[in-house]
């Protein structure tokens, strides 16, 4: 796999694993023979708690689907699996979630190749090596991370680039999944591999990177296909009915960026200002104009601790005397049940979190109803659910001077009104968004083969 080449094919089956991407946008892509089949199956969009319990966002019967279409096309056309910042998180149970998937396809289909699975959590220990020789450094925005803040911290995973699947690729692997890894790695990793390593590579796999949100209307979810050369690179949708213009391609370049003309990736920056689009076909979209430069090779962090156990209460108000008084009124609803938590169960209000979410204008004279959302985080399950069963109660009932005797203030849309996430409420936050300076960009891997 050490030849160069001077174009590179890359199929992006769709923007998240798990998402049912289209079947007929996928088989038209793999007309074109693509050197490597990639699906980015991660996020932290949805927020902390996915790699604070280590568990998958997406469906396991629909990630299974997907991951079977991509393996046993690629086993039986020759052609590499790419699958990054495996389930959701990438965490190390996240790893072991679409591993054991793989392992399973597998066997059912009776297919036989080589897998290789990337770990990339650290240890505390690790991290506080890292800290310890001041290569532990903070992103724009990050809250301070201290030793006694090591202790607190729940999981700690790394973002690879490229280099661990191109290890992974050269040691012979088929099939790729890995933990906690950049999108754009996952689809510029083969190119790289062949000596296309460019601005081109990169700025195509900024685009491949969520699938067909980058064309001009999304009419069917699913596959991306991009040719990366020394001069430029070329970007269509795998399914025919579908097209991709400059507009749409330039908008996915500036998707999620601060800086929509330097786009760092672990020891490179993307440069797109010079960069042209242009409609070299119908369908297709030409980039030129990028430009690549060398940057210290650092490794993104994502950590996060665990806060407590969440538990939620939805309720609508449309009384018009509680509207007219709106603000007072939750006032007073989170004084009384303040003052309930601590005669009954002894909480003092340092002892557990309580906010409100107000959804809709009550100052706003047409407004007929407006939606609350009371949010708690308290130390254990049973004192969440004490402390919410008192505040949704309180809010039904607490009195206003404007009425005499017995009065409903609020209307709750289920039964019980105590709403709980996943895991019981458990509740995490990120305390993490730093970069390590690495002196090998494998050494935050772990990586291990299976012959299927």
């Given at each position: 796999m050490g030849e160069h080449?001077?174009?590179?094919?890359?199929?992006?089956?769709?923007?998240?694993?798990?998402?049912?991407?289209d079947k007929v946008g996928f088989y038209h892509a793999l007309e074109q023979n693509p050197d490597v089949i990639g699906c980015d199956s991660g996020t932290s969009d949805s927020g902390p708690f996915y790699p604070g319990a280590g568990k998958p966002r997406m469906n396991r019967r629909a990630a299974k689907r997907d991951l079977e279409l991509m393996i046993t096309e690629g086993v039986k056309r020759g052609i590499p699996v790419l699958i990054g910042s495996a389930g959701t998180a990438g965490a190390d149970p996240n790893v072991d979630w679409l591993v054991e998937i793989a392992r399973e396809i597998a066997a059912e289909q009776k297919l036989h190749f080589?897998?290789?699975?990337?770990?990339?959590?650290?240890?505390?220990?690790?991290?506080?090596h890292y800290m310890e020789e001041g290569r532990l450094h903070p992103?724009?925005?990050?809250?301070?991370?201290?030793?006694?803040?090591?202790?607190?911290?729940?999981?700690?995973?790394?973002?690879?680039?490229?280099?661990?699947?191109?290890?992974?690729?050269?040691?012979?692997?088929?099939?790729?999944?890995?933990?906690?890894?950049?999108?754009?790695?996952?689809?510029?990793?083969?190119?790289?591999?062949?000596?296309?390593?460019?601005?081109?590579?990169?700025?195509?796999a900024k685009v491949l990177e969520c699938g067909t949100l980058a064309t001009v209307f999304e009419k069917y979810h699913g596959s991306m296909l991009a040719w990366i050369r020394e001069d430029s690179a070329s970007i269509e949708p795998g399914h025919p009915e579908m097209t991709a213009s400059p507009v749409s391609i330039v908008s996915h370049t500036l998707y999620e960026n601060t800086n929509p003309f330097r786009l760092p990736e672990p020891g490179i920056v993307m440069e797109t200002e010079d960069a042209s689009y242009e409609q070299e076909t119908e369908r297709r979209?030409?980039?030129?104009?990028?430009?690549?430069?060398?940057?210290?090779?650092t490794v993104k962090l994502e950590g996060v601790k665990f806060e407590g156990?969440?538990?939620?209460?939805?309720?609508?108000?449309?009384?018009?005397?509680?509207?007219?008084?709106?603000?007072?009124?939750?006032?007073?609803?989170?004084?009384?049940?303040?003052?309930?938590?601590?005669?009954?169960?002894?909480?003092?209000?340092?002892?557990?979190?309580?906010?409100?979410?107000?959804?809709?204008?009550?100052?706003?004279?047409?407004?007929?109803?407006?939606?609350?959302?009371?949010?708690?985080?308290?130390?254990?399950?049973?004192?969440?659910?004490?402390?919410?069963?008192?505040v949704w109660h309180t809010a039904l009932h607490v009195p206003i001077r404007d009425w005499e005797g017995a009065q409903s203030q609020a209307a709750f849309p289920f039964s019980p009104p105590t709403l709980m996430t996943q895991e019981n409420g458990a509740t995490y936050s990120f305390c993490l968004n730093h970069v390590i300076e690495v002196d090998d960009p494998l050494e935050t891997c772990r990586f291990t083969y299976y012959d299927l």
């Open positions: 080449k001077k174009e590179v094919c890359v199929l992006a089956a769709a923007g998240m694993l798990g998402s049912s991407f080589k897998l290789a699975e990337i770990k990339t959590e650290l240890t505390h220990d690790q991290l506080q992103l724009e925005g990050a809250p301070e991370f201290t030793d006694r803040d090591l202790d607190s911290l729940a999981r700690c995973i790394s973002v690879i680039g490229a280099e661990p699947f191109i290890k992974a690729l050269e040691d012979g692997a088929q099939v790729v999944i890995a933990g906690r890894s950049t999108d754009t790695s996952i689809f510029a990793a083969v190119p790289t591999m062949y000596g296309l390593g460019n601005g081109f590579a990169w700025h195509a979209v030409k980039i030129t104009g990028t430009k690549l430069t060398k940057a210290p090779y156990y969440r538990r939620v209460a939805v309720a609508g108000v449309s009384d018009p005397l509680i509207l007219k008084q709106f603000d007072s009124w939750l006032q007073t609803c989170e004084r009384d049940a303040r003052n309930k938590i601590r005669a009954g169960m002894g909480l003092e209000p340092e002892e557990y979190r309580l906010r409100h979410l107000v959804y809709g204008n009550p100052k706003d004279p047409d407004t007929e109803c407006v939606g609350i959302v009371f949010d708690i985080i308290a130390r254990s399950p049973e004192e969440a659910d004490g402390v919410i069963s008192n």
